[in-house]
């Protein structure tokens, strides 16, 4: 029996609390996550789904594992690594969180005016670098300008082998909307328009590109 295709795959926005009531985030819906997770599963693969808050439903066949904080996510992304053939990193990780959380709830006198914020370690960039033969690490961009400059150098400061790039300054696709307008930049050079599509159709064409 030939082993079937492990694919690890983050989604959804991270939270930072500030207190136990407050925290900062971002207007990641998870759905491209969960459509490639959906679409590994319809391949025959087996999909570790590590999900930030998002109110989806769990495409059927996956592992979910539940996490709130970017801190959680690497932890988890971390213990996930090993088994892993195909790692997609979807998720929006917030990349600060503030220096202090406050155990109990602020009341608005107390409120800090200004808050300090340490920086999240790259998640994606720590798999990478800890990565065996083999495996094969995707990331995402969301960018807004000079698109394919910032793309090109986070696939290669963060050493994957793809990144699929969206613009999210184009209406109507990207966060939370049900389209995206991706383009596929590889390690090897090459560049691949995928065109506007379904986030369902953009999960099968770059799982075509990426593990053909
Ligand atoms: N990423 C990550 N850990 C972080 C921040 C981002 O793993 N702390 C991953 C994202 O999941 C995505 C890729 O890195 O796959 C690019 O994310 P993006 O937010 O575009 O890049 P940043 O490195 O955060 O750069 P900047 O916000 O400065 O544009």
Known sequence: ?????????????????????????????????????????????????????????????????????????????????????LVIMTAAVCDHRPKKQWSEKLSKEDFPKNLEWVKNNDIVRGLSAARKNGQKIIGFAAETTDAMAHAAEKLATKGLDWIALNDVSQKGIGFASDFNDVTLLSSAGETIALGRETKKKTAQKILDRVWP
């Open 1 to 85: 029996m030939t082993k079937k295709i492990q694919c690890l795959i983050s989604a959804g926005p991270t939270r930072e609390w500030i207190d136990p009531v407050r925290f900062i985030s971002n207007p990641s819906s998870g759905k491209m996550g969960y459509a490639l997770a959906e679409e590994a599963v319809a391949r025959g693969f087996e999909v570790d789904l590590v999900s930030g808050p998002v109110s989806l439903t769990p495409p059927p066949g996956v592992r979910l594992h539940r996490v709130v904080t970017a801190d959680e996510m690497e932890k988890t992304m971390k213990e996930l690594l090993d088994r892993a053939h």
